[in-house]
C-alpha cells in the first residue's frame, strides 16, 4: 500500500463533515477508546499536503443495514502470547520489554509477515531507550534482527519488504535474505513487469530489483499516490486544476489516459493512499480536520488498472486511514480508528468486518486478507481466506 507519511499543513478553510447517521452514531458510543498505542499515532500521520478538494457524506442509507454489522464469528487463539524462543537473543529482548507494539506489519505474495516493533521500558527505566526489530515468518521459519534509529519503516515489495532504519533501506526476502537498496538518481523511466512503488524519505519512487528509480508522472507533476500492476501498469492519483484529483493509467508508454476526476463535494484533500493486488487497484482520498484527526474522503476501486472506477456507496464518518488492501477477488478493506475494518465490495457496498476495539494495518498474504487486532498485552493476527465471511487468530511474528 501507498500511504503518504509526512504531515500535510493544515488548509485555512475547510467545510464541516456531515453529521453522524443515527446507525453510526449508536456503533460509535459502542466503541471504546483504545489504548494509546505507536500504531494509532501513525494512523493520524497519513497525510501530505496538496490539493484542496472535498467530499460531500458518501452514506447511502438504502445500502445499509439498520444497525451495525456485528463482527463476523472468529476462531479464537487461545494461546498466551510468548516471545519466539527461535529467535536471537537482542530480538527478544525488545520483544520483551514493559511496552511492546506492532509499528508495522505487511504480507507478501508468498504467505509471508512481517512485523515491525517497537519496545520500550517503563518510564522508570530511564538507563534503557526505546529500540526497534523486524521479525519476519514464512511456515516455520522465524528470522529476526534489531534495526538502528527511532523511526524505522516496512512496505511490502514483490518476493518479500523494503525495509529502512538509520543504516539505509534493504530489500528482505520472504525467507530473510538482506540485500542494500540504492538510489542511483536519474531522470523518470517507463514502469516495467516486477516494479514496485514504494515510499521513501524522498517521497514515491520505483523498485527495480535493489535500485530505487525516479516514477513517471503525467506532466512530470505530483503525485500523490500510485500502484504498479505486475504486468507493468501504472495507475497514479494526481491533483487536477482547483478543487479535484485526477486518477490516470499507463501501460508503460509514454501516453497516460484518463480513468477519473474525483470531485468529493466538501472537506479538503490532503493526500491519498492507493494499493492493488494484480489489476485491482483501491485510492482512498484523505482529508484533515481541525481536531488533528484525519477524515476518509472517498474511497473508489477499479478491477482492471485504472481503466474503470467504482466509488464506495457508503462510508459513515470514517476516520485515520491505518490499512488499504485488495483482495484476490477484488474486495477493498479498510481499517480505521473510528470503525475498525470494513469491507468494500466490488458494487462499491460497504460492510463491517470489525475484529476487535481498534484493528488496523490491513494487508494481503498470498491468498489470505489479514488484518492486526487488539487483544491484551499484545496484538494479534487475523486472517480470513473466504473474503471476509470468516476469521482465524495467530499470533503476530515475534510470538506464539
Not at 497525510?47 to 463476523?72: F, H, M, T, Y
Not at 536471537?88 to 507494539?101: A, I, K, N, Q, Y
Not at 513517471?216 to 505530483?222: A, L, R, Y
Not at 484518463?258 to 463535494?265: D, H, K
Request: negative net charge; proline residues 8%; hydrophobic residues 40%.
Amino acid at each position: 500500500m501507498s500511504l503518504p507519511t509526512d504531515l500535510a499543513q493544515h488548509v485555512a478553510e475547510r467545510a464541516e463533515p456531515p453529521g453522524f447517521d443515527a446507525v453510526l452514531a449508536r456503533a460509535g458510543r459502542a466503541r471504546r477508546r483504545r489504548r494509546t498505542t505507536v500504531a494509532s499515532a501513525l494512523a493520524a500521520a497519513v497525510v501530505v499536503g496538496g490539493v484542496a478538494l472535498g467530499a460531500g457524506g458518501w452514506l447511502d442509507p438504502d445500502r445499509q443495514s439498520p444497525d451495525p454489522a456485528p463482527p463476523v464469528p472468529t476462531e479464537t487463539w487461545d494461546g498466551a502470547p510468548e516471545v519466539d524462543a527461535r529467535l536471537p537473543e537482542d530480538v527478544r529482548e525488545v520483544l520483551g520489554e514493559d511496552r511492546v507494539h506492532p509499528w508495522a506489519v505487511a504480507g507478501s505474495e508468498s504467505g509471508g509477515v512481517a512485523a515491525l516493533w517497537r519496545g520500550c521500558p517503563d518510564d522508570a527505566a530511564a538507563d534503557r531507550q526505546c529500540r526497534s526489530a523486524l521479525v519476519t515468518r514464512l511456515g516455520d521459519d522465524v528470522r529476526g534482527s534489531v534495526l538502528e534509529g527511532d523511526s524505522p519503516t516496512l512496505a511490502e515489495v514483490p518476493g518479500g519488504w523494503l525495509v529502512g532504519d538509520d543504516s539505509g533501506l534493504f530489500r528482505v526476502s520472504a525467507d530473510g535474505v538482506r540485500d542494500p537498496v540504492v538510489d542511483p538518481g536519474g531522470s523518470a523511466v517507463p514502469v516495467e513487469p516486477g516494479d514496485a512503488v514504494v515510499p521513501t524519505p524522498g517521497g514515491l519512487r520505483l523498485l527495480r530489483g535493489t535500485k530505487l528509480l525516479p516514477l513517471p508522472s503525467p506532466d512530470g507533476g505530483e503525485v500523490l499516490a500510485a500502484y504498479a500492476t505486475p504486468a507493468g501498469d501504472l495507475v497514479v492519483a494526481v491533483p487536477f486544476g482547483t478543487g479535484a484529483v485526477e486518477l490516470r493509467w499507463n501501460d508503460g508508454g509514454p501516453i497516460w489516459f484518463q480513468g477519473r476526476v474525483a470531485r468529493p463535494g466538501a472537506g479538503a484533500v490532503s493526500g491519498a493512499a492507493m494499493a492493488g493486488h494484480q489489476d485491482g487497484v483501491a485510492v482512498v482520498l484523505l482529508g484533515d480536520a481541525p481536531d488533528g484527526s484525519v477524515p476518509v474522503l472517498e474511497v473508489a476501486s477499479s478491477p482492471d488498472a485504472g481503466r474503470t472506477w467504482q466509488r464506495a456507496r457508503s462510508s459513515g464518518d470514517l476516520r485515520d486511514l491505518s490499512g488499504l488492501a485488495v483482495s484476490d477477488v477484488g474486495s477493498t478493506y479498510l481499517t480505521t480508528g473510528s470503525h475498525g475494518a470494513l469491507r468494500v465490495g466490488a458494487a462499491g457496498e460497504v460492510s463491517a468486518v470489525q475484529q476487535s476495539p481498534q484493528d488496523h494495518s490491513v494487508f494481503l498474504a498470498s491468498d489470505r486478507v489479514c488484518l492486526v487486532a487488539e487483544a491484551g498485552e499484545v496484538d494479534v493476527l487475523r486472517c480470513s481466506v473466504d473474503d471476509g465471511a470468516s476469521w482465524s487468530s495467530q499470533a503476530l511474528p515475534g510470538f506464539r
